[in-house]
């Protein structure tokens, strides 16, 4: 299960290494930097900074003096990565569950164009949430991500468009 960041680098560990996974989930995830929504990058010297700053500081060895270089690469990163194609995705061979916030980094255009471009994927868009969907419903996305880690596969619907039928559904 990746995050953000976390969640392109499982989609790259899906693809170039998929004998070390049996599931993945991605969060917020987006595999080119292209599907980002348009957004101002934090700076230097602001107040979201200065308060990330500090929460930085807290926990990394370099201390608060390296902060400002961490941003500048991180914002790099953001403008330039990662470059994956819907080629590259219909690659992976495991099942993914992509979640998203209705109101995600990712536009939803992009979250979809994933789940369509993945062989084996299932997707859960959380209305009222962010990139920060984990926290603001937490308990939501247990029960999602629990479901999908457990389910029995190939997922089996009684209407199925995208996904090849599977035989009856049990007491049918």
């Not at 308060?51 to 941003?71: F, M, N, T």
């Not at 859960?124 to 999602?144: F, Q, Y």
């Amino acid at each position: 299960m990746g995050h953000s960041d976390g969640g392109n680098v499982a989609l790259l560990v899906g693809q170039r290494r998929p004998d070390l996974i049996k599931r993945m989930v991605v969060v917020g995830a987006n595999y080119h930097y292209d599907g980002l929504v348009d957004f101002a990058l934090m700076s230097p010297g602001t107040p979201d900074f200065d308060q990330w700053a500090l929460k930085y500081a807290r926990l990394a060895p370099e201390g608060i003096d390296h902060a400002a270089e961490v941003l500048r690469k991180t914002n790099e990163m953001l403008r330039s990565g990662p470059t994956m194609t819907e080629r590259d995705l219909n690659e992976i061979r495991v099942p993914v569950l992509v979640m998203a916030g209705d109101d995600d980094v990712s536009t939803l255009t992009h979250t979809v164009t994933m789940f369509e471009a993945l062989s084996d994927a299932q997707l859960a868009i959380i209305p009222g949430s962010s990139h920060a969907v984990l926290k603001e419903h937490t308990k939501d996305c247990v029960r999602i991500i629990s479901r999908f880690l457990t389910q029995r596969l190939p997922v089996r619907t009684m209407s199925p468009l995208r996904r090849p039928p599977v035989g009856e559904f049990p007491g049918d």
